[in-house]
């Protein structure tokens, strides 16, 4: 299991890598954010991802405040990588590693 990041003062939400998915929505755009179900719109694209940046982080400090932060990332298909929490659609999570110590010891019935 990874280790759990440290709880500071402020959480780093600047450390949560999410998708961005953009498109035109009437005569502006939107940005969303398929893992948490957040959406934000802006003239641009540029201000629509900027919108969804702010509303992902309110959103994050408010989980947080609440207790529920790792539990929230984590049913949205977050995965911590000892340095961020990755969403697993950004980067799948790898394969644990596993090693074998010492010989196998034979299981056949004689």
């Given amino acids: 299991m ?3 990041p440290k709880r500071g003062k402020k959480a780093p ?18 940005a969303v954010c398929p893992e948490l179900v957040i959406t934000g719109f802006g ?3 540029e201000d629509a991802k900027n919108s969804l940046r702010r509303q ?3 959103y ?3 989980c947080e405040k609440m207790g529920v932060l790792e539990a929230t990332l984590i ?9 961020v929490w ?3 659609e950004v980067e799948p999570p790898q394969e644990p590693k596993i090693r074998f110590i010492g010989r ?3 299981s056949q019935p004689e």
């Fill in 43 to 45: 003239d641009t694209a």
């Fill in 60 to 62: 994050l400090e408010d």
């Fill in 75 to 83: 049913d949205a298909g977050f995965y911590f990588n000892d340095e």
């Fill in 56 to 58: 992902v982080s309110e």
């Fill in 86 to 88: 990755m969403s697993s």
């Fill in 2 to 4: 990874a280790n759990k």
């Fill in 104 to 106: 196998p010891i034979d």
């Fill in 13 to 30: 939400f600047d450390r949560i890598v999410y998708q961005i998915e953009e498109s035109k929505a009437g005569t502006g755009y939107q």
